[in-house]
C-alpha cells in the first residue's frame, strides 16, 4: 500500500462511528415511515439519506478501492431481520441504479 492508500483508510476508520450513528438514526426513523406516512416525510429525509449514501460511498471507496453496490448499501439499512429501511427501497424503485 502507498502513503496515499494508508491515509485514506485511516479517514474511513474515523468516520466509521459517525456513519454507523447515522445508520441508528435512519433505524429509529423505519416505525415512523411505516405506511402512507413515507410520503409525508420523503421529502424531509431524501436530502439526508442522499448524503448519507455519498459519505458511505466514499468511505467504501476509500477502503476497498472500488464503488459500493447498492446491494451493500441496501444491507447496511436493512434491520436485524434482513427488512430493508423503506426509504431506501422506495427510493430504488423510483430512481432505478444503472448496472
Not at 69 to 84: A, V
Amino acid at each position: 500500500m502507498n502513503e496515499g492508500t494508508d491515509r485514506g483508510q485511516k479517514v474511513a476508520e474515523i468516520a466509521r462511528p459517525k456513519l454507523e450513528h447515522v445508520e441508528g438514526l435512519f433505524a429509529k426513523m423505519k416505525p415512523d415511515l411505516e405506511g402512507d406516512q413515507f410520503w409525508r416525510y420523503q421529502r424531509v429525509i431524501s436530502p439526508g439519506l442522499q448524503e448519507y449514501i455519498e459519505a458511505i460511498s466514499f468511505a467504501h471507496y476509500l477502503t476497498h478501492d472500488s464503488l459500493i453496490t447498492w446491494k451493500e448499501i441496501q444491507d447496511r439499512l436493512s434491520d436485524k431481520s434482513g427488512s430493508p429501511v423503506r426509504f431506501i427501497f422506495t427510493f430504488h424503485t423510483v430512481h432505478p441504479v444503472r448496472q
